[in-house]
């Protein structure tokens, strides 16, 4: 399996990374040297094998329907590039 | 699917007749105190990002941890459905981006739903039932609110949605009409709100509907479907399946092909419009989420949420149809809010049914539908309106003045027993009394008697005239007996 370069671009854009075109060769090199070296694990029958959710064995913990630790919309919104009103404020975006 | 189209559903297009048919995704909000991977409040209408953790908003760092009860309410939701349950169930990542959407993924359960295929009887009108099968329930996150029109710039959001539960519930695409749609949304909301696993507050956005609609000539194979989003009213959806129906008919005849996308319903235009921008972002690229273990429990912890179910309406229905007696539409009236008919058995419990589902749904169901109130704020109570049956039911009220009563205890209050005493209101079932007022309006109006006795039909004459001086009290089959033999007609 190896991907084309607009396969690259495609998943930069997915993932909103901004790739300039020089660096396109580049990635789809290192990503076709990740993807051939993943390949050598299809060499191995796993059919009939269950998926590994867990290296030790143990269930999902639950938790009790309490309220607690709410930050405050002062922290939450802290770090926020814009805010206002204790909204965030983003770009507009409108469908 | 493989089901004959039912030629009274079918549209009629400039060139033929069309069949609709429509699959949903209903969104419901889980009843919860805190959402579903965090302990932040899921209460409605706080100040923004005031009901936000850390893990909300997304922090590095900070991992998710299941509610359990959201789990319960989705296992009642399924049993509720007669859906299979499935004992093992995985959480995946949905990934897109959106500024309401700080983990830049959805945690949601793709492959494996928490529940399976189940079936909702629909009623769609008092002589048709249709069943809509359930393809899948599964447990989702919500995303936070984008205001848009704060600032000319810029969007504004709030996150205290984001991370509330939700239940996803796909149908199949079983469903032929508008009226059907909206048939199969109200049944749905009542399950729900029977079983207390949502409150089906459309205006607080905890119920919301994805229609899909697509159009085919009967006995063709489906037509390309388009995805209706967010439509927040019954109302609206029946009304967005007719407008897209219309608009793919119109498309398709004049020679032209639907393309599958995902539309907006503008009520004020009574439109549906493509929604352009978020089509190329189709990708989600799910896997499951490795911050999340599956989800598995034992088939003893379903049955213990069994046992505390409900009675759940298509049961109560068939209930109050065996033991009261009632016609199945008044009895599919009465459940379709649990505590309607909580209220209509109270009333009923020891009494003549049938009355008292007469003064129910006519009388009081009327009255609050005018005032705009519902059964729980209703001035008059279960045990009130069942004194007035009482009253009824003993003759010692007619069934004029129990309808003035009625009156007198929505706006007043007080006991109806009391009230009757001391307004006079009780019947005159003393036929010396009566007899006094007959023989008075017999002697006064000689001329009538003759008329009387050659048209027997002025008798209605005389009884109004009897129950004028008794201040509307006497026993109108008592004056009319009394009534006849004096005229000897």
């Given at each position: 399996?190896?991907?084309?370069?607009?396969?690259?671009?495609?998943?930069a854009?997915?993932?909103?990374?901004?790739?300039?075109?020089?660096?396109v060769?580049?990635l789809?090199?290192?990503?076709?040297?990740?993807?051939?070296?993943?390949?050598?694990?299809?060499a191995?029958?796993?059919?009939?094998?269950?998926?590994?959710?867990?290296?030790?064995?143990?269930?999902?913990?639950?938790?009790?329907d309490?309220?607690?630790?709410?930050?405050?919309?002062?922290?939450?919104?802290?770090?926020?590039?814009?805010a206002?009103?204790?909204?965030?404020?983003?770009?507009?975006?409108?469908? | 699917?493989?089901?004959?189209?039912?030629?009274?559903?079918?549209?009629?297009?400039?060139?033929?007749?069309?069949?609709?048919?429509?699959?949903?995704e209903?969104?419901?909000?889980?009843?919860?105190?805190?959402?579903?991977?965090?302990?932040?409040?899921?209460s409605?209408?706080?100040?923004?990002?005031?009901?936000?953790?850390?893990v909300d908003?997304?922090?590095?760092?900070?991992?998710?941890?299941?509610?359990?009860?959201?789990?319960?309410?989705?296992?009642?939701?399924?049993?509720?459905?007669?859906?299979?349950?499935?004992?093992?169930?995985?959480?995946?990542?949905?990934?897109?981006?959106?500024?309401?959407?700080?983990?830049?993924?959805?945690?949601?359960?793709?492959?494996?739903?928490?529940?399976?295929?189940?079936?909702v009887?629909?009623?769609?009108?008092?002589?048709?039932?249709?069943?809509?099968?359930v393809?899948?329930?599964?447990?989702?996150?919500d995303?936070?609110?984008?205001?848009?029109?704060?600032?000319?710039?810029?969007?504004?959001?709030?996150?205290?949605?984001?991370?509330?539960?939700?239940?996803?519930?796909?149908?199949?695409?079983?469903?032929?009409?508008?009226?059907?749609?909206?048939?199969?949304?109200?049944?749905?909301?009542?399950?729900?709100?029977?079983?207390?696993?949502?409150?089906?507050?459309?205006?607080?956005?905890?119920?919301?509907?994805?229609?899909?609609?697509?159009?085919?000539?009967?006995?063709?194979?489906?037509?390309?479907?388009?995805?209706?989003?967010?439509?927040?009213?019954?109302?609206?959806?029946?009304?967005?399946?007719?407008?897209?129906?219309?608009?793919?008919?119109?498309?398709?005849?004049?020679?032209?092909?639907?393309?599958?996308?995902?539309?907006?319903?503008?009520?004020?235009?009574?439109?549906?419009?493509?929604?352009?921008?978020?089509?190329?972002?189709?990708?989600?690229?799910?896997?499951?989420?490795?911050?999340?273990?599956?989800?598995?429990?034992?088939?003893?912890?379903?049955?213990?949420?069994?046992?505390?179910?409900?009675?759940?309406?298509?049961?109560?229905?068939?209930?109050?149809?065996?033991?009261?007696?009632?016609?199945p539409?008044?009895?599919?009236?009465?459940?379709?809010?649990?505590?309607?008919?909580?209220?209509?058995?109270?009333?009923?419990?020891?009494?003549?049914?049938?009355?008292?589902?007469?003064?129910v749904?006519?009388e009081?169901?009327g009255?609050?539908?005018?005032?705009?109130?519902?059964?729980?704020?209703?001035?008059?109570?279960?045990q009130?309106?069942?004194?007035?049956?009482?009253?009824?039911?003993?003759?010692?009220?007619?069934g004029?003045?129990?309808?003035?009563?009625?009156?007198?205890?929505?706006?007043?209050?007080?006991?109806?027993?009391?009230?009757?005493?001391?307004?006079?209101?009780?019947?005159?079932?003393?036929t010396?009394?009566?007899?006094?007022?007959?023989?008075?309006?017999?002697?006064?109006?000689?001329?009538?008697?003759?008329?009387?006795?050659?048209?027997?039909?002025?008798l209605?004459?005389?009884?109004g005239?009897?129950?004028?001086?008794?201040?509307?009290?006497?026993?109108?089959?008592?004056?009319?007996?009394?009534?006849?033999?004096?005229?000897?007609?």
């Amino acid at each position: 399996m190896s991907v084309d370069q607009a396969t690259v671009r495609r998943i930069a854009h997915l993932a909103r990374i901004a790739v300039r075109d020089e660096e396109v060769p580049h990635l789809q090199e290192e990503l076709n040297a990740i993807l051939s070296f993943v390949e050598e694990l299809s060499a191995v029958d796993v059919s009939g094998v269950e998926p590994m959710t867990s290296v030790i064995p143990m269930s999902l913990p639950l938790r009790k329907d309490e309220v607690s630790g709410h930050a405050g919309a002062d922290v939450v919104t802290r770090n926020a590039p814009g805010a206002e009103d204790h909204f965030f404020t983003v770009p507009k975006v409108v469908e | 699917m493989t089901t004959a189209a039912k030629p009274s559903k079918l549209i009629k297009g400039a060139t033929g007749d069309w069949e609709i048919v429509v699959g949903m995704e209903i969104h419901a909000q889980i009843t919860s105190h805190s959402k579903l991977f965090s302990s932040a409040s899921t209460s409605f209408g706080g100040d923004p990002n005031s009901h936000v953790t850390l893990v909300d908003a997304a922090m590095p760092g900070m991992l998710p941890v299941i509610n359990e009860e959201c789990v319960k309410q989705a296992i009642r939701t399924g049993l509720g459905l007669k859906a299979k349950i499935n004992h093992r169930s995985v959480f995946d990542r949905k990934n897109y981006f959106y500024p309401d959407l700080p983990q830049g993924y959805q945690i949601s359960q793709f492959k494996d739903p928490i529940v399976g295929e189940g079936e909702v009887i629909v009623d769609v009108s008092a002589s048709e039932q249709i069943i809509v099968g359930v393809e899948r329930l599964h447990l989702e996150q919500d995303a936070g609110k984008s205001l848009h029109d704060q600032s000319p710039t810029e969007s504004f959001v709030d996150l205290n949605r984001s991370g509330v539960a939700l239940m996803e519930i796909v149908s199949r695409p079983d469903i032929r009409s508008a009226e059907e749609a909206r048939a199969y949304v109200t049944k749905l909301r009542t399950i729900l709100r029977y079983l207390g696993t949502c409150d089906g507050n459309m205006e607080e956005g905890s119920l919301r509907a994805d229609v899909n609609v697509s159009v085919r000539r009967p006995g063709e194979p489906l037509g390309t479907r388009c995805e209706i989003k967010n439509v927040n009213s019954i109302r609206f959806i029946g009304q967005a399946v007719d407008v897209e129906a219309r608009r793919q008919i119109a498309i398709i005849e004049d020679g032209g092909k639907i393309d599958q996308e995902t539309r907006l319903f503008d009520p004020g235009k009574g439109e549906t419009r493509s929604m352009r921008s978020k089509e190329e972002a189709h990708d989600y690229r799910y896997f499951p989420d490795p911050d999340l273990l599956p989800l598995e429990f034992d088939q003893a912890y379903v049955d213990e949420l069994a046992k505390g179910l409900p009675e759940l309406p298509d049961d109560k229905r068939a209930r109050f149809i065996a033991e009261y007696g009632l016609p199945p539409y008044d009895a599919g009236v009465l459940v379709m809010e649990r505590e309607s008919a909580d209220y209509f058995e109270a009333v009923a419990r020891g009494r003549d049914a049938k009355m008292a589902a007469n003064w129910v749904i006519n009388e009081l169901f009327g009255r609050l539908n005018k005032e705009g109130k519902t059964i729980a704020t209703s001035p008059v109570s279960a045990q009130q309106l069942g004194t007035i049956v009482d009253l009824i039911s003993a003759g010692t009220i007619s069934g004029k003045l129990a309808k003035d009563l009625f009156e007198i205890v929505w706006s007043e209050g007080g006991d109806p027993n009391v009230i009757v005493e001391e307004r006079g209101m009780k019947q005159v079932t003393d036929t010396g009394a009566i007899e006094k007022a007959v023989d008075e309006i017999i002697a006064a109006n000689p001329e009538k008697v003759e008329q009387a006795k050659a048209k027997p039909t002025m008798l209605g004459w005389f009884v109004g005239q009897v129950m004028k001086q008794t201040g509307g009290k006497a026993n109108p089959e008592a004056v009319n007996t009394l009534l006849k033999q004096k005229l000897g007609i």
